[in-house]
């Protein structure tokens, strides 16, 4: 009891807040209804310049108390100016973006009822976006359940939710709040004096991730990285400071340690060596010849269209780009390729489009690279209307800041997977995404989970995103073969797994010795499987129509796609297709002409397509309908025409009709 009369909280639910107003009325309600009523909601404003405090005082409920600091003096002042305030005998964090669960103060309380030696319970968190859309869960929140997981998780990284601990107040205000990484330095000096920690496995919270956010502003100042060095290094400062030596300690300096020599190591060894490895291995002659190159075809570049990718060898993707330029090659564009093609494959379809260049040494030389880009950037920058379209390459986002306003940015993505730890360079660019006009997928799949990205990174995809399908070039008829033909077209690479279909091919082989066709397309031969034939690579496209025609089944084994090309030509020849659920596989193919395996796990998926390929070489009726169905569904929906109208509009119109 603090004054005659007066009965002190139980619970002191300590809120700070800096120009809140958009999310305050909802992080305030969330607390006003929590089931568990022995609280006292305070609202520490460090010095909001919107209408945060206009929105406090609207509400009468006496338990709600403001504290205001008059001017901004920074998260830690506004926590300890909250510490010293508190009249509760717990202390419940709570940030005024975010909302509380019904129950958590009611499941926190009861949880530290039933283990007094615990100081301070934590929960699971849930990350929403602005529109309150649950985009994913804390990363470490699985991994860190019981106490001895967060101890041995505490050196190397934060595994504890400010916003979801409920603590014991006299034991915080031992120790209050310090700069850097704030709830994380307080964290490991409490555990460094053996106060113990409790976490309930199920979501109390609802964090909201937002680029105003506390959080989020700092993230965006400085590195993740860099703030676990900094914090780290204060932490061990302030305790070898008063003479403390444990083995929490030891184990933070091992971890600072490694975070630090990764540091280093990503941000000036790799990109040292790798500049010293380009000056070395660049030929001084094949850069000025890039570089003549270069400003020759600038010189004569007439149009107002600059198309961007990595290679301009075989491939599926490389293929696309070649029908893309070709939409329009009448308005003389001109085509940089970035990267070191595998091969030419292609590479007569590009320069058929507009004017060819070459430059992955020019682009990449350390003592080249920039003034390429300016040269480049100065070229587009001259334009009356520019369009910049970029598929594959850095590149693209890379000139786009140096662009003049109104210049076109459209960025072609074939396949994209959303990882809410994971998807970093896309991130990186994230802050450019005013500057892009249209995101074009060529995959459904890939377009839903770019958007989950966006809308996860409080970015509206609205009028940003747009899907277009591709097309093929020539379709075949139906054909009978006296043996089932299978097929794999792609380059051995990790996610197409060529690996697992000659594994298929084995096992097939070993059952009935040539009673089956096997094809490989776009490698060499593999040692071992003197039963495959390998075509190696086709860019001829009427020989790549011809060698589908003269199989039956395409089989695809990869573990991430889009929609693959490879599908396309192969149903516009009339063959079935075996594929693992990829991309847009499952939705974009029926039961009438593919056959779609339950998982891309290695084991399970071979199994099935054992099974499948054992079946229709026995009903070989069904097979011919099922390649007739697909013939019929290929003319149907890869239509060509329809391609080259679509880009043709988004290429051509001053605003995007697509």
Not at 140 to 155: H, L, Y
Not at 205 to 221: C, E, F, N, W
Not at 508 to 518: K, S
Not at 530 to 552: C, K, N
Request: hydrophobic share 45%; glycine share 6%.
């Amino acid at each position: 009891m603090s004054d005659a009369g007066h009965i002190a909280p139980q619970v002191t639910v300590l809120m700070p807040v800096y120009n809140a107003a958009r999310f305050l009325r909802e992080a305030i309600d969330s607390v006003l209804a929590q089931s568990f009523k022995d609280f006292e909601l305070l609202v520490v404003d460090d010095g909001s310049i919107d209408d945060s405090v206009a929105i406090v005082n609207t509400y009468s409920d006496p338990r709600i108390r403001l504290v205001e600091l008059g001017r901004n003096r920074g998260l830690v002042a506004a926590l300890n100016t909250g510490l010293d305030a508190a009249e509760g005998e717990f202390i419940a964090r709570m940030d005024a973006d975010d909302v509380m669960h019904p129950d958590r103060l009611a499941i926190q309380m009861a949880y530290l009822s039933e283990h007094p030696d615990i100081d301070v319970v934590a929960a699971f968190v849930e990350h929403i976006n602005t529109r309150g859309e649950v985009m994913g869960a804390w990363s470490t929140d699985r991994a860190t359940i019981t106490e001895a997981q967060i101890r041995a998780m505490m050196p190397r990284t934060n595994c504890i939710a400010h916003p979801t601990v409920l603590m014991r107040t006299t034991v915080v205000r031992r120790y209050r709040y310090q700069g850097g990484i704030e709830d994380w330095d307080l964290w490991l000096r409490m555990l460094s004096r053996g106060h113990r920690f409790g976490k309930i496995p199920r979501p109390l919270v609802r964090y909201r991730i937002h680029p105003t956010s506390i959080m989020g502003d700092l993230k965006a100042q400085v590195p993740l990285e860099m703030r676990l060095i900094r914090s780290r290094r204060e932490f061990l400062l302030h305790e070898w400071g008063h003479f403390r030596f444990s083995a929490l300690h030891i184990a933070v300096l091992k971890a600072q340690a490694r975070t630090r020599a990764r540091w280093i190591r990503d941000r000036w060894v790799i990109p040292f060596l790798r500049g010293i490895k380009r000056l070395v291995t660049y030929s001084p002659v094949a850069l000025l010849r890039e570089q003549r190159m270069l400003k020759k075809a600038l010189a004569a570049w007439r149009g107002r269209h600059v198309f961007t990718f990595s290679y301009l060898s075989t491939g599926g993707a490389e293929s696309v780009h070649a029908d893309i330029m070709d939409t329009v090659a009448d308005q003389h564009p001109l085509i940089l390729v970035t990267g070191f093609s595998r091969d030419n494959g292609n590479a007569e379809r590009f320069a058929g489009s507009g004017r060819l260049v070459e430059i992955p040494r020019l682009l990449h030389h350390p003592f080249t690279a920039a003034a390429a880009r300016a040269r480049i950037v100065r070229a587009i920058n001259g334009k009356e209307n520019p369009v910049l379209f970029g598929s594959n390459t850095d590149h693209f986002f890379a000139w786009l800041p140096f662009l003049r306003p109104g210049t076109r940015a459209i960025q072609l993505i074939h396949a994209f997977l959303y990882q809410p730890n994971g998807n970093r360079k896309h991130k990186a660019w994230s802050a450019l995404f005013p500057l892009v006009e249209r995101y074009v997928f060529v995959a459904r799949q890939a377009m839903t989970e770019f958007n989950t990205f966006l809308r996860a990174n409080n970015l509206d995809p609205t009028s940003k995103t747009v899907f277009i399908p591709n097309a093929v070039h020539r379709s075949g008829s139906v054909r009978k073969h006296d043996r089932m033909g299978l097929v794999f077209v792609g380059r051995d690479s990790g996610e197409k797994r060529l690996h697992l279909f000659l594994d298929l091919c084995a096992q097939l082989d070993r059952l009935a010795p040539g009673r089956l066709r096997y094809t490989v397309v776009g490698t060499g031969p593999v040692p071992g499987h003197p039963f495959v034939t390998f075509r190696g690579h086709v860019t001829d496209q009427t020989t790549l129509a011809e060698i589908y025609a003269e199989h039956d089944a395409l089989v695809l084994t990869s573990e991430r796609e889009g929609f693959p090309m490879v599908i396309m030509e192969a149903m516009a020849q009339g063959l079935v297709i075996i594929s693992t659920p990829v991309g847009d596989v499952p939705q974009r193919t029926s039961t009438d002409f593919a056959v779609i395996t339950s998982s891309i796990e290695p084991v399970l998926m071979t199994a099935e397509m054992f099974q499948a390929v054992n079946d229709l070489d026995a009903d070989r009726q069904r097979l011919q309908r099922m390649k007739e169905a697909a013939l019929v569904h290929a003319r149907r929906e890869f239509d060509l025409n329809a391609f080259r109208e679509r880009y043709r509009s988004l290429l051509m119109s001053p605003a995007s009709s697509t």
